[in-house]
């Protein structure tokens, strides 16, 4: 793949890491619980986002720059697993349980549900 | 809250485990409390290096990285310094990540080795460090905007995870699928935890 395409990618996971940095503290600030929602909500966003892309069959060029640029940036799995870690620390076993049940249920849902869009829409 | 403590030590600094999220939010107050409460703001300088030898001061002073940090957080301001941090944290985090996916190509139907070894890696490293950077070390501005939300946030991947679930499925390998969640989710969260106990273990690392 040509270096410009690299370059692409790169530039839009680094704004993605930036999207998810802001994302995530705006939801901190409103949820106000010990759930930990800005990542949730940015994981699930960006699963909706990426299942619409491959679904839509946008190329494979687009998709390295779009999917595994800024959806790749965008979303995490480190925070995901180190904040259930956290939880289950805190002595919040339930919650830790919940925090990667619902994760996992919920984005392959949307990412489903966004493929099936994508399909639909190309 | 109730947090176990692995490894008591000198270094264990029990007033800065007082949050649980991982917000940048509360992050930001943390520094801040750390930093009013520091006896030694003179010494107050980067972490990584200073844990890895404190007693070559006169080297580390010489050009450190937080060094550099520091004038470009005078020059820039706090937050934009951030910003620029995350920025390049994620420029690499997602070169590392397309790399290792261009190395190690995807076939369908198959475990996708690439996105699996990324997440554990990066699970591993973001349980190390964010422990390190709360509990081991003098708290800093940058590190884990560059290395923890930047880098290891752009190294792994929720979205590219869950539509690689959802097409084995598609491609009717549901049990391939099922599989590929649980023992990610299951080893990411062990190598979380024992990110989290070699950064409480490690003297000096």
Do not use: K
Not at chain 1, 85 to 112: D, P, Q, W, Y
Request: with cysteine; net charge positive; proline share 2%.
């Amino acid at each position: 793949m040509v270096a410009v395409t690299w370059a692409a990618a790169a530039a839009l996971g680094a704004l993605g890491a930036l999207a998810r940095f802001r994302v995530t503290a705006l939801v901190s600030a409103r949820a106000g619980t010990d759930f930990p929602l800005g990542t949730f909500v940015v994981n699930l966003t960006g699963a909706f986002a990426l299942g619409v892309l491959v679904g839509a069959d946008i190329g494979h060029r687009t998709l390295f720059i779009l999917g595994t640029g800024f959806m790749g940036g965008y979303t995490t799995f480190s925070t995901w697993m180190v904040e259930s870690e956290r939880l289950g620390e805190a002595g919040g076993i339930v919650l830790l349980a919940a925090n990667l049940a619902l994760s996992a249920l919920a984005g392959f849902g949307v990412a489903a549900a966004g493929w099936a869009i994508g399909q639909a829409l190309a | 809250m109730a947090g176990r403590n692995f490894g008591a030590s000198i270094y264990f600094r029990a007033e800065l485990i007082q949050s649980v999220m991982l917000t940048p939010s509360s992050d930001m107050v943390r520094s801040v409390v750390a930093g009013a409460n520091d006896p030694d703001p003179a010494s107050a300088g980067d972490s990584l290096v200073a844990g890895r030898g404190a007693v070559r001061t006169s080297r580390t002073a010489r050009m450190s990285p937080a060094t550099v940090a520091d004038r470009a957080t005078a020059r820039l301001g706090a937050a934009r310094a951030q910003a620029l941090a995350i920025l390049a944290g994620g420029t690499l985090g997602t070169l590392a990540r397309a790399g290792v996916a261009e190395g190690l190509p995807h076939r369908a139907g198959s475990w996708p080795w690439a996105t699996f070894l990324v997440n554990l890696g990066g699970a591993l490293l973001l349980g190390w460090l964010l422990t390190r950077l709360a509990e081991r070390v003098r708290p800093t501005r940058h590190w884990r905007a560059f290395l923890g939300t930047g880098f290891c946030g752009a190294l792994t991947t929720f979205s590219t995870f869950q539509i690689e679930a959802f097409e084995l499925v598609d491609d009717g390998h549901a049990g391939l699928a099922v599989a590929y969640v649980l023992v990610s989710i299951a080893a990411g969260l062990a190598l979380a935890v024992t990110g989290v106990m070699l950064a409480r273990w490690g003297r000096h690392w």
